[in-house]
């Protein structure tokens, strides 16, 4: 499932492997992140954004740091 974590390696990882966001890319393609959980926070002020997309039942929203995604620009732009 999981192919690769992007925009990290062994210097910059956490203490005790746990409570790091990240990004990861997947064997389909595709792109997963693990971070803080925000969902219930986050279906309360989507509500105040124009209409759109929502959280559906089966989704969750994590927070990720902006160093976080910064730092996988390079690895999610790079061809695999």
Do not use: H
Request: net charge positive; proline share 8%; glycine share 12%.
């Amino acid at each position: 499932m999981l192919k690769r974590r992007l925009g990290q390696n062994d210097v910059n990882l956490c203490p005790g492997g746990y409570s790091c966001p990240q990004i990861f890319e997947t064997t389909d393609g595709n792109f997963a992140a693990a971070g803080l959980l925000i969902t219930t926070e986050a279906k309360e002020a989507i509500k105040a954004l124009p209409s759109g997309p929502g959280i559906g039942p089966n989704e969750g929203v994590v927070k990720l740091p902006r160093a976080v995604v910064i730092g996988a620009i390079v690895d999610i732009l790079k061809v695999a």
